[in-house]
């Protein structure tokens, strides 16, 4: 069973275009959940979806950020005219169903450097 | 200030030490989970505690939970270099989305 793919695992941008993350969730698992974490720090929240609906994204950035969880393939987190304070690592995780009583698996992250 | 604030920041132990983690949180909570980060890479899910339960062992991990303090503390005994990592906790602060806040992290270092 494989876990949680993220992928690129690297992405380097230049300032002003656009970046684009995808997760595949664990198989089973219709949540999921986008956190970023900036250096030396831990992880924030920024959105959870289920299959095609955004349930919290209390946690995004009001401006250029984007996310989708489409009936078919993976989620994407969609940053567009990246700055250079988007330069983050973002993981994805998933779980089976609400993770009030569920583990959330995380993926490997993408490492996001903007120049 | 977080909900999940990891103390100390940083420990530096011998291998074969116990090394010895904290965490507070603010809010009431449905579950507290801790996890480990090796440098550069992905978080790996070590334990999760209900806010019904007060201890859980894990292998060589022991998780212990008191709610009327607010706070959790990871223990690991009888480290390894392998352990050498960040750990952090992170609470659901009874969120019904399941979000997860997490705290600072500590950064543990077991010296061979």
């Known amino acids: 069973n494989a876990g949680v793919m993220q992928n690129p695992r690297h992405l380097v941008r230049r300032r002003g275009q656009e970046a684009r993350l995808r997760c595949s969730p664990m198989?089973?698992?219709?949540?999921v959940y986008w956190y970023r974490q900036l250096p030396e720090e831990g992880l924030k929240f920024m959105v959870y979806?289920?299959?095609?609906?955004?349930?919290?994204e209390s946690g995004m950035p009001k401006e250029r950020f984007s996310a989708e969880f489409p009936k078919e393939g993976p989620s994407i987190l969609r940053i567009q005219q990246v700055v250079r304070g988007d330069s983050a690592a973002y993981f994805c995780?998933?779980?089976?169903?609400?993770?009030?009583?569920?583990?959330?698996?995380f993926g490997p992250g993408t490492r996001l450097l903007v120049l | 200030s977080q909900q999940g604030e990891e103390d100390p920041q940083a420990l530096s132990i011998q291998e074969g030490e116990n090394a010895t983690m904290n965490c507070s949180y603010k809010?009431?909570?449905?579950?507290l989970q801790w996890y480990r980060q090796n440098s550069g890479r992905g978080l790996v899910h070590l334990i999760l505690?209900?806010?019904?339960?007060r201890e859980k062992h894990s292998g060589r991990l022991r998780v212990t939970l008191d709610t009327s303090k607010k706070s959790s503390s990871l223990l690991i005994t009888a480290s390894r270099a392998a352990d050498t990592a960040s750990y952090f906790c992170?609470?659901?602060?009874?969120?019904?989305?399941?979000?997860?806040?997490f705290g600072q992290g500590t950064t543990l270092q077991v010296k061979p």
């Open positions: 995780a998933s779980s089976p169903s609400v993770a009030g009583v569920e583990t959330q698996y």
């Open positions: 198989k089973g698992h219709s949540h």
């Open positions: 979806l289920q299959k095609e609906n955004i349930i919290d």
């Open positions: 809010t009431s909570i449905n579950n």
């Open positions: 505690i209900r806010s019904n339960e």
């Open positions: 992170a609470t659901d602060a009874k969120s019904n989305t399941g979000k997860l806040i």
